[in-house]
C-alpha cells in the first residue's frame, strides 16, 4: 500500500529565504507526482505534475524534482514571499486507473 | 475556460439528516473523484465515477454514496449524518484514466459540511 510522508508538519521562514519542502513515498512503481497549494479553507491548486519518466519540473518561481528509486520529490520555492503562505500538499498517482494518494501536507508561513 | 464547480460551498445539517453535494466537472473531463478532508485525517479518497460507472471506491461506510450523469456532472450523498461526518468535501476531475498521466488532476473549492 503506498504511503506518502510530508515533514516538517509545519514551517516558518522569513522573506526571501529560498526553501525545499519534501515529500517521501514507499512505492517507487509511480504513475505521476504532483504538488498542490491549498489556501485555509480553500481547493486544492496544481501547482506542477511531474509524470515518471521525468526529473523535474519548473514553473516561475517553483521547482519540483523527482526521485523514483529513493521514493523521494523536493518542491523547491525561490525568493519566498508572503503570498507563498499556505499548505503544500504532495500527492502520489500510483497507476493510471489508481486514485490519488496524499500526503498530510507542509504549512508553510513566510515572515515579513 | 471554467474551472471544476462544486455547490453549495457551505452547508450545516443536522445529525441524523442527509445531504446532496453536486460537482461539475471541467468540459471534457469524464472522470470526477471525490475526497473528505479533515485535520486529523487528512485528504481521503472516496470514489471515483468515469463513464457513469463507479470505478474505485475508499474505505468509507455504505452511507455514504454518489452517481455520475451523461454529462459527467457527479454528486455525493451521505445518509444518517454523523458528528463525524464534518468535513471539507472536495471534488477532482480529470480527462479520462488513460490520459491522467499527461494532465492530472483539477480539483474544485469544495464543500464545508457541518453536522450539528
Known amino acids: 500500500k503506498q504511503e506518502v510522508t510530508q515533514i516538517p508538519a509545519a514551517l516558518s521562514v522569513p522573506e526571501g529565504e529560498n526553501l525545499v519542502l519534501n515529500c517521501s513515498f514507499t512505492?517507487?512503481?509511480?504513475?505521476?507526482l504532483q504538488w498542490f497549494r491549498q489556501d485555509p479553507g480553500k481547493g486544492l491548486t496544481s501547482l506542477l505534475l511531474i509524470q515518471s519518466s521525468q526529473r523535474e519540473q519548473t514553473s516561475g518561481r517553483l521547482n519540483a524534482s523527482l526521485d523514483k528509486s529513493s521514493g523521494r520529490s523536493t518542491l523547491y520555492i525561490a525568493a519566498s514571499q508572503p503570498g507563498d503562505s499556505a499548505t503544500y500538499l504532495c500527492?502520489?498517482?500510483?497507476?493510471?486507473?489508481?486514485?490519488?494518494?496524499f500526503g498530510k501536507g507542509i504549512t508553510l508561513s513566510v515572515r515579513p | 475556460k471554467a474551472g471544476v464547480t462544486q455547490t453549495p460551498r457551505y452547508l450545516i445539517k443536522t445529525r441524523g439528516q442527509q445531504v446532496t453535494l453536486s460537482c461539475s466537472p471541467i468540459?471534457?473531463?469524464?472522470?470526477v473523484s471525490w475526497y473528505q478532508q479533515t485535520p486529523g485525517q487528512g485528504l481521503q479518497f472516496l470514489f471515483e465515477y468515469f463513464s457513469e460507472t463507479q470505478r474505485n471506491k475508499g474505505n468509507f461506510p455504505g452511507r455514504f454514496s454518489g452517481r455520475q450523469f451523461s454529462n459527467s456532472r457527479s454528486e455525493m450523498n451521505v445518509s444518517t449524518l454523523e458528528l463525524g461526518d464534518s468535513a471539507l468535501y472536495l471534488c477532482?476531475?480529470?480527462?479520462?484514466?488513460?490520459?491522467?498521466?499527461?494532465?492530472?488532476?483539477?480539483f474544485g473549492s469544495g464543500t464545508r459540511l457541518t453536522v450539528v
Open positions: 500527492a502520489v498517482l500510483p497507476g493510471a486507473n489508481s486514485k490519488l494518494t
Open positions: 477532482a476531475s480529470s480527462r479520462a484514466p488513460g490520459s491522467r498521466g499527461e494532465n492530472g488532476y483539477t
Open positions: 512505492d517507487s512503481a509511480i504513475y505521476n
Open positions: 468540459s471534457g473531463h469524464r472522470s
